[in-house]
């Protein structure tokens, strides 16, 4: 089952064992203000996957102008700030893979952007698949499915060469 994260839920926890910068913010205020404000703004930050009422999985987006400002790696060849939404996670646990849960959420967040007026979704990736942990490099695998293409001139993060920025015009 896939579940709208709410404003509650970041407020007070998620649930574990699902490892996320945005669990337990609530003692990083600025986090805290910056997700009410994205809340107010577009009113989603993202999905929660559950299998059996266990916590499966997760996908946080935000917009790209808050992104930026706290740092997150973006494609520096477009400046929409205001129409591109950016994932800052992807995680679906080991034995919950493979069931279809990140092409589910993927799909949820294509149409919310398209309800939102958004029109550009980017994501820092590794081209490979995704280990077994919960904590890791985002694979890119799901994403190729819904077209996203790699931009190759784009590094997701500085000390990891192998991740790139993909994206998807809606």
Known sequence: MIRKIT?????NGLGRPV??????????????DMW????????????????????????IFLPKKYARRIGLSTCPTNERLDTTI??????????????GLASTMIRELIDFCESAGFNRIEVGVCDK??????VEQISFLPFRKFGFVLDETARAHEF???????????
Not at 7 to 11: A, P, V
Not at 86 to 99: P, T
Not at 160 to 170: F, R
């Open 129 to 134: 698949p995704a280990g077994n942990n919960w």
């Open 86 to 99: 950016l994932v800052g996670c992807l995680a679906i646990s080991g034995e919950y893979r493979n069931k």
């Open 7 to 11: 404003r509650d839920m970041i407020l």
């Open 160 to 170: 990891k060469p192998e991740e790139l920025m993909c994206y998807l015009n809606l």
């Open 36 to 59: 009410s404000q994205i809340f107010d703004e577009i009113g989603c930050i993202g999905y929660s996957a559950y299998e059996d009422d266990k916590p499966a999985g997760q996908l």
């Open 19 to 32: 490892p996320c910068c945005m669990f337990d913010i609530t003692s990083r205020t600025f986090q805290c």
